[in-house]
């Protein structure tokens, strides 16, 4: 691991990478900018006072009935509150970096090809489909909303809800970074392979680590792409690893 930490950080710190970095910081507080500006924060200071006080006065009763009458009631209030101020500590620090992790997303294949003329030179017979990658991408969602539910359920527990919000969102981080990463810099077979072993324990163990880090607030969107450019070195040696034992 410390040899791809080297590698990762000599790669990085060069002047395309270090430009290219910039995008995902700018383009995430761009987008954050613009929807705080057309009404995130009055969205977000009203279900805040709304959670903290019981009054969802801002809901047309008349429109939703059934929805107002839910909200009447206290233990309802109290699952609101709950929920929200677990969810809100997280919702801009997600955002941003999901922001930033979509937005570096499309520069993967530049890093990964660049990668691998730098270091690897390995050869890449076909590629995964566009239509394969987008499908794996929706199972995991999936996957992920069906987490995020029973997760949200465990808030109640005591200890437990300290730690359970982040099981969804660094299985998703996780999966998404494995698909993205694997399908630019693999073969289509080979993708298949390490799509089906997670990516093996150094990318997981990898995967977890930046996804403590993007907790860190604008460590997510400035060191992006070098999380993107460690992970598409553990890929390939891994890959070259394999190619020798053939």
């Not at 289509?188 to 995967?207: P, Q, T």
Request: aromatic share 16%; glycine share 4%; charged share 15%.
């Amino acid at each position: 691991m410390g040899r791809i930490f080297n590698l990762a950080k000599q790669d990085f710190f060069t002047r395309k990478f270090i430009l290219l970095s910039l995008l995902p910081l700018v383009c995430s507080l761009i987008i954050l900018g613009t929807l705080a500006f057309f009404g995130g924060k009055e969205l977000f200071d009203a279900l805040s006072q709304g959670a903290q006080s019981g009054d969802f006065s801002f809901l047309d009763e008349q429109r939703f009935p059934i929805i107002a009458k839910i909200l009447s009631f206290a233990a309802t209030k109290w699952i609101i509150g709950a929920i929200f101020s677990v969810f809100a500590s997280f919702a801009v620090l997600m955002l941003s970096v999901f922001c930033a992790l979509i937005i570096a997303a499309f520069l993967t294949p530049a890093v990964t090809k660049e990668i691998n003329a730098r270091h690897y030179h390995l050869s890449r017979t076909d590629e995964a489909s566009t239509a394969r990658v987008l499908k794996l991408m929706s199972v995991e969602i999936l996957k992920f909303l069906a987490i995020l539910f029973i997760c949200s359920v465990l808030l109640f527990v005591p200890v437990i809800n300290l730690f359970i919000i982040n099981v969804p969102f660094f299985y998703i981080y996780y999966k998404l970074v494995l698909i993205d990463v694997a399908s630019n810099a693999l073969s289509a077979k080979s993708f298949e392979r390490s799509y089906k072993m997670g990516g093996g324990y150094k990318f997981a163990l990898s995967a977890f680590i930046f996804y403590l880090l993007c907790l860190i607030p604008l460590v997510g969107l400035f060191f992006q792409l070098f999380f993107i450019i460690f992970l598409t070195h553990v890929v390939l040696i891994d890959e070259s690893a394999r190619n020798k034992n053939r």
